[in-house]
């Protein structure tokens, strides 16, 4: 089994920072890329950030310059750290994770459960 479990999230003012952190943990073979996903009330998941297993990272626009994604690769660990947050940055983050569990024959998707950020004054 594989579990990825979120942690950081809460309530912060415009013009703050927030660290999120993403732990996966079970019968891992190999993790490649993980990334961050958020989802606001009533619009669609959108990808955030996300960073290969080499460290290529890629974000969308409307983060970049703001937030900055990493990993530990030994703790099977991704970051995000935001920072100048917007309220329009208000939403559930979820981490996602593309690796092999041990035993498995391919590569899955894996979710963590999603953690809240809301910037609001």
């Known amino acids: 089994q594989v579990q990825l479990v979120e942690s950081g999230g809460g309530l912060v003012q415009p013009g703050g920072s927030l660290r999120l952190s993403c732990a996966a943990s079970?019968?891992?073979?190999?993790?490649?890329?993980m990334g961050w996903y958020r989802q606001a009330p009533g619009k669609q998941r959108e990808l955030v950030a996300i960073?290969?297993?080499?460290?290529?990272?890629n974000y969308v626009d409307s983060v970049k310059g703001r937030f900055t994604i990493s990993r530990d690769n030994a703790k099977n660990t991704v970051f995000l750290q935001m920072s100048s947050l917007k309220p329009e940055d208000t939403a559930v983050y979820y981490c996602?994770?593309?690796?092999?569990?041990?035993?498995?024959?391919?590569?899955?998707?894996?979710w963590g459960q999603g953690t809240q950020v809301t910037v609001s004054s």
């Open positions: 996602n994770a593309d690796l092999k569990s041990s035993g498995a024959s391919r590569r899955g998707s894996y």
């Open positions: 079970g019968s891992i073979f190999s993790i490649y890329a």
């Open positions: 960073i290969t297993s080499g460290g290529n990272t």
